[in-house]
């Protein structure tokens, strides 16, 4: 599967395939940027690796510290990356 068109609340919850990487690049708002995440997880594999993008903005950002926070991800480095003034996280589940 590819990128996914629609509205994400409605679309992820709808797969039954499990990924080894998720890019999320969705709603900018706080809540669905945390819905966003919870699907997400439930369909990565165990080790898989998230990339949240847009994590300059201040509470997309928080939402990946506090699911690290829960022991639910890790940060995952790759080195230095540099994406401009649009940052991106890169987080393994445990």
Known sequence: ???ILGDSK???P???KL???IHIDGD???EN???DMDNSIKLLKPNGIIIFDDTNLEYLNKICNEYI???LLIEYQFGKLDFGKY???FLQKV
């Open 1 to 3: 599967m590819g990128i």
């Open 10 to 12: 409605i679309e992820l």
């Open 14 to 16: 709808k797969i039954d």
């Open 19 to 21: 990924y080894d990487v």
């Open 28 to 30: 900018h708002t706080y």
């Open 33 to 35: 940027a945390k819905i």
């Open 69 to 71: 926070n829960m022991g």
């Open 87 to 89: 940052k991106h996280r």
